[in-house]
């Protein structure tokens, strides 16, 4: 952690969050022992998610969500063994990562050291489809395809395509000088980590200097914009909410 005289990078407008390192809170919580926990963005600031970084401190099993609660873990460090049902448990390799649906019995095996990215929400239902089973995969092995048609910013959907999933989870992948084609706005939020490198991100009519680590909530109709700087990719996971009308479910 770096010392500070009182600033930090971490900065909050009306629909945006950006939570630089710096500023990051540990808590225990009662449903994850032996855990640290750090809130990035959670519904106080106004997001219909919540996204944390947890660390195990001891091995420990972390019972699943709320009955209506989907969540999304993505491996850091360490080992995260996932339990659903009475399938054989499974062992998250290197960015590996599982969804495991609303309603679904989980459980998160993890030893001394074990650290994840986790990404909670209720989940939407709709009547007809049918609810999305669990999944599981690593971000090496998702196929990359250029975002509009720009070879260099290059996405991956971690997530199967489907109207069953009320959430997208992507890696973009910008090399250096590539940026988003647009100041986007639209109805879905966002919530991201940057997994390498840094750039400029514009959150409504500011611009942010971010590096990897910092996390960006950005809320519904947030006008919003990146380009990568340095000489390495950035790289990015994002969630967004999906396949789901803004008035009905
Ligand atoms: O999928 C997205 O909306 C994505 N392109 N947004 C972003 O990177 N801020
Ligand atoms: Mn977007």
Redesign the pocket.
Known sequence: MRTSFGETRSAFGRRYAVISQDSHERVTLPLWPECGLVHLVTPALGADFALFLVTADRTTTIPGPAEDVERFVLRQDGTVRIGVDDAPTQVLGDEGYAFLPAGCASRLDLTAGAAMIVLERRYRGVADIAAPAPFFGAIPAVTATPMKGDARLMLQKLLPEGTAFDMEI?V?DFAPGAS?PYV?T?F?E?GLILLNGGGIYRLEDAWFPVDTGDAIW?GPFCP?W?GAIGHGQARYL?Y?NWNRDPLHG
């Open positions: 992507n973009m988003l986007e639209h879905m966002h950005m919003q990146f994002i967004k």
